[in-house]
């Protein structure tokens, strides 16, 4: 029985750290597409906008490619993203 907890808590943190390394490279995106449109001169309010935008496609995208469980990690990943969208500098502490 001891193995069995000991490879779904492998399983448990193997996603975590796969989840990890999602959300850090969507976030050098996001701070790629800020830069640019930095340097091409688009404003701050109106870089939200588009960022929004770029993440309920994505998460349509999501839904219409992605099934079960997998569908619903990755909507909830790219919500937290729409939350750092909307919210940048916010620092969110989970126990």
Request: charged share 5%.
């Amino acid at each position: 029985m001891a193995s069995l907890q000991q490879i779904l808590n492998d399983i448990v943190q193997l996603l975590a750290r796969l989840g990890g390394l999602i959300l850090a490279a969507v976030v050098a995106i996001e701070a790629a597409l800020r830069q640019a449109m930095d340097t091409a001169g688009v404003p701050q309010g109106f870089q939200s906008i588009i960022l929004i935008a770029v993440t309920v496609i994505v998460i349509l995208a999501a839904l219409r490619l992605l099934g079960g469980i997998l569908r619903l990690a990755v909507i909830v990943v790219l919500l937290l993203l729409l939350l750092h969208v909307l919210m940048p500098g916010q620092i969110v502490h989970v126990p």
